[in-house]
């Protein structure tokens, strides 16, 4: 779990983690549709606890050679694969923050002067980096920014950046108007035809 709040003109970063062990289920409810974690915390252990308690009764007798036993033995291997799998990616936690993205560079930028540079580096001070990707370099919280302009209009950027979204906070309060042109200068210019072409000095 972690918390950044560049948007007030301060920074505090929690990152927690659970331990190694549990990444797994720390995976599997980050993974689960919004709304539905609270549940699963409380009824799916319990579920589990209740069908290990009453497997016995269930079948109290079979066979105990793994030979004569191919389901259950592709059960395990299927629950290990899974979780196995799951621990992976609560590794990874593409859920979360990248709270240290490396930063863009001119290249990618595309000016070294102008509101598409100012507004690059508001991008970046402003903790949008850590949730977005710009050609290849952010966070994976949020949609992949590196072509939001052939996607969005201006007027869109606009609104999402002054309203906010899903998982985004409003910036509108906290942000300048010269701020906000400077930062949509920078969405703007993030089309396939610019990253084609090379580094410029805007005026």
């Known amino acids: 779990m972690a918390q950044t709040n560049s948007s007030s003109g301060s920074n505090f970063r929690n990152h927690v983690s659970p331990d190694w062990y549990l990444l797994w289920y720390f995976a599997v409810l980050a993974l689960l549709p919004h709304g539905t974690e609270q549940v699963f915390m409380v009824f799916g252990p319990l579920l ?5 308690i ?9 066979e105990r050679s793994p030979r004569r036993r191919p389901w259950a033995v592709a059960g395990v291997l299927l629950t290990v694969t899974a979780i196995a799998a799951l621990w992976i990616e609560g590794e ?12 863009l560079t001119p290249q990618i930028v595309g000016a070294t002067s102008g509101p598409v540079f100012v507004g690059a580096q508001l991008f970046q001070e402003k903790s949008c980096l850590d ?15 590196t072509f ?3 996607r969005l209009t201006k007027s869109d950027i606009i609104i999402r950046i002054v309203n906010g979204g ?17 930062l949509v200068a920078f969405m703007e ?15």
């Open 48 to 52: 589990a606890g209740l069908l290990l």
């Open 54 to 62: 009453a497997l016995p009764f269930i079948a109290p007798s079979g």
């Open 92 to 103: 990874r936690s593409p859920w979360s923050p990248n709270f240290d993205p490396r930063p």
């Open 131 to 145: 949730c977005h990707l710009i050609q290849g370099r952010g966070g994976h919280r949020g949609p992949d920014l």
């Open 148 to 150: 939001i302009a052939d």
């Open 166 to 182: 899903v998982n985004m906070p409003a910036f509108g309060a906290t942000l300048k108007p010269g701020e906000i042109n400077d």
């Open 189 to 203: 210019s993030r089309t396939k035809h610019q990253s084609a072409s090379g580094t410029t000095t805007s005026p």
